[in-house]
């Protein structure tokens, strides 16, 4: 199956500091690409949808400029968590979909945040 | 009435049972349907992806779709340990557009 792969794994950082997660298709052209952020025993919560070269479409209720997304090529979105702080503390998880994986999204293995 | 509804559990069994996962949905329009297994601290990991209406099968799991009561389930034979995993259902239009999770049964299959 399509592969996804996310850095860092892990990241603490202090409170203010911004930090940046990087999301890869290895083997296919990610044409939409997914963020998703998930607290402890609950399920995924959709963030924000990026297609290749457009502006990411934010779910309601999610700061644009808190959570800064860019996907500026066909394998490669960012998010960017600006001036974190300790409610932003969770697990980030991307996911992509293009050409080769049909009609499904792949996921990556996961971000842990923890702010301090 | 939510969009995917799906029994969150915690759902345990014994090893070597067949497990039966279940979402219901509300769209008549979906089209693909996916299950995806989360184990704790990762990201989900796609097990089934199935078009339409219909059975399919892959090794000790199998997929079942009925559009007409907007009903899927997931079967797991000879369950094992390693199964014990949050199950995600998800589903899609046609056109991939919409994607909806549903909440997830958490699964412990006890040795």
């Known amino acids: 199956g399509a592969v996804v792969s996310q850095h860092p794994s892990w990241v603490i950082c202090k409170s203010g500091t911004s930090v940046k997660i990087e999301c890869r298709s290895l083997?296919?052209?990610?044409?939409?690409m997914f963020w998703y952020r998930q607290f402890p025993k609950q399920s995924l919560m959709l963030m924000a949808t990026?297609?290749?070269?457009?502006?990411?479409?934010?779910e309601q209720g999610v700061e644009k400029d808190k959570f800064l997304i860019n996907h500026a090529s066909l394998t490669l979105s960012t998010l960017t968590v600006t001036s974190a702080h300790p409610e932003d503390s969770s697990f980030y998880i991307c996911?992509?979909?293009?050409?080769?994986?049909?009609?499904?999204?792949?996921f990556g293995p996961g971000t842990r945040l923890l702010v301090l | 009435q939510k969009e995917v509804e799906q029994d969150p559990g915690p759902l345990s069994v014994p090893e070597g049972a067949i497990v039966s996962l279940n979402c219901t949905y509300s769209?008549?329009?979906?089209?693909?349907f996916m299950w995806y297994r989360q184990y704790s601290r990762k990201g989900p990991e796609l097990l089934m992806y199935?078009?339409?209406?219909g059975n399919k099968e892959d090794g000790r799991f199998t997929a079942q779709v009925d559009k007409s009561s907007k009903y899927i389930s997931l079967f797991i034979r000879d369950s094992q340990p390693s199964d014990s995993a949050t199950y995600l259902c998800?589903?899609?239009?046609?056109?991939?557009?919409?994607?909806?999770f549903g909440p997830g049964t958490r699964l412990s299959v006890l040795p």
């Open positions: 996911s992509a979909r293009g050409d080769g994986s049909g009609e499904t999204q792949y």
């Open positions: 083997d296919f052209q990610a044409t939409t």
């Open positions: 990026s297609n290749e070269g457009s502006k990411a479409t934010y």
């Open positions: 769209n008549s329009a979906f089209q693909y």
């Open positions: 199935t078009y339409s209406s």
């Open positions: 998800a589903m899609t239009l046609s056109d991939g557009q919409n994607f909806v």
